[in-house]
């Protein structure tokens, strides 16, 4: 992008003062320079001569569109300067009817426009003005395989077709993989993304974590890219779930996509099957660890591709306290009724929205840490001093 940027600069330098341009017959493939609707000067190529108007390329970005001659200068200028954009096709990609119909066009639109994508070359053109073969990924997902299940195109020889529309097999239900955890004694930087009780919750560790005692491992250093992986693949989803199989069996533990109140989709997992056809299902969103009911018409199979990633969000048990003794009258969590619905709420208040310390102290039978405030206070000495919890010696 730097060159592309210094370019440009000597090009809005070189043509600031130009006035209007006299009449000029233009030739097909003759080069010039472009205003844009920004008022900004870009290289170009004229691809067809028109009555009123010129098809022009603009070469450092591939599109073509027309544009009055008033906007277009002739120049020989930056001719010897290569485009900043490769002509590419997808390789072995047919589009249904031999064109890419406009609908096909613009959902790739929505798809690519200023996304970062994977491009793996298949095969170099045979002469300098041909395309380059390429296969496209965004998000772990084939744009040929995607395309080739909205029925935009056929996608010939390949492989990765079956992998994109490949969801679970109900007989063979694999879990969810959980992520890497710090060893007993390590602290580490977590947001609380769900309250079970005071003392039970879900955490999601910070990806930002300075911390932690690991080394910086090639799979560290790549764990961002991965979250932001899983987070585009999901944004896929939401975009193409309307293709994606309805679950009509419900298994416990069994993986799914839900759709959530704000009308995306989000990995989970069925919490409760026992029914034989249940109207309404109890599912847990795995990367935040908060449940849901929601109608049999929100739940879709789960591409297996979403099972690469680790859930984000875990169970922990805070130490270090225990419920304070109440009379039998003040109002208790109906599933855990040793603990006040105070006492949930206030730490609710200490917890919610905030990036805290957190110190493990044991893997298992359950992940059990300490949690401090910014001031390496334990969080729970607040709801000690209000007399809602007990210390637990």
Request: overall charge negative; proline content about 8%.
């Amino acid at each position: 992008e730097i060159p592309l940027n210094k370019l440009m600069s000597e090009i809005q330098s070189n043509f600031k003062c130009l006035g209007v341009p006299e009449p000029y017959c233009w030739q097909k493939g003759e080069a010039c320079i472009v205003r844009g609707s920004d008022t900004m000067w870009y290289r170009g190529k004229v691809v067809e001569v028109g009555d009123s108007t010129l098809q022009v390329q603009y070469i450092d970005s591939g599109c073509v569109k027309k544009i009055p001659p008033y906007h277009l200068y002739p120049t020989t200028l930056y001719t010897d300067i290569p485009p900043f954009c490769i002509p590419c096709e997808l390789y072995k990609t047919v589009p249904i009817r031999n064109s890419w119909q406009q609908d096909a066009i613009n959902c790739l639109r929505e798809l690519l426009t200023n996304k970062e994508v994977e491009v793996h070359v298949e095969e170099l053109p045979d002469n300098a003005g041909g395309k380059l073969s390429v296969s496209l990924y965004f998000g772990g997902m084939s744009l040929s395989s995607f395309m080739a299940s909205q029925t935009y195109c056929v996608s010939e020889d390949c492989p990765d077709t079956p992998k994109l529309v490949r969801f679970l097999d109900i007989d063979v239900l694999p879990s969810y993989l959980l992520p890497p955890l710090p060893v007993p004694g390590e602290t580490f930087t977590v947001r609380i993304t769900h309250l079970l009780t005071p003392k039970e919750m879900y955490i999601c560790l910070v990806p930002s974590n300075k911390l932690m005692k690991q080394p910086a491992t090639e799979g560290e250093a790549s764990g961002g890219s991965k979250l932001e992986s899983l987070d585009e693949a999901l944004k896929w989803c939401s975009k193409t779930v309307q293709s994606f199989p309805l679950l009509t069996h419900f298994r416990a533990e069994m993986p799914c996509l839900v759709e959530y109140q704000d009308g995306l989709w989000y990995r989970a997992k069925i919490h409760s099957g026992e029914e034989l056809n249940p109207v309404k299902i109890l599912v847990q969103f795995v990367d935040y660890g908060s449940f849901s009911v929601v109608p049999r018409s929100r739940l879709r199979h789960i591409p297996y591709q979403l099972l690469q990633y680790p859930v984000q969000a875990v169970k922990a048990v805070v130490a270090g306290f225990k419920p304070a003794s109440y009379d039998k009258d003040t109002a208790r969590i109906p599933y855990s009724p040793e603990w006040t619905l105070e006492a949930l709420w206030a730490m609710i208040k200490c917890v919610e929205g905030k990036q805290l310390t957190a110190s493990m102290l044991a893997l298992s039978p359950d992940i059990t840490i300490s949690l401090y405030e910014d001031d390496k206070s334990l969080v729970h000495m607040k709801l000690v001093e209000m007399g809602l919890v007990d210390l637990d010696e």
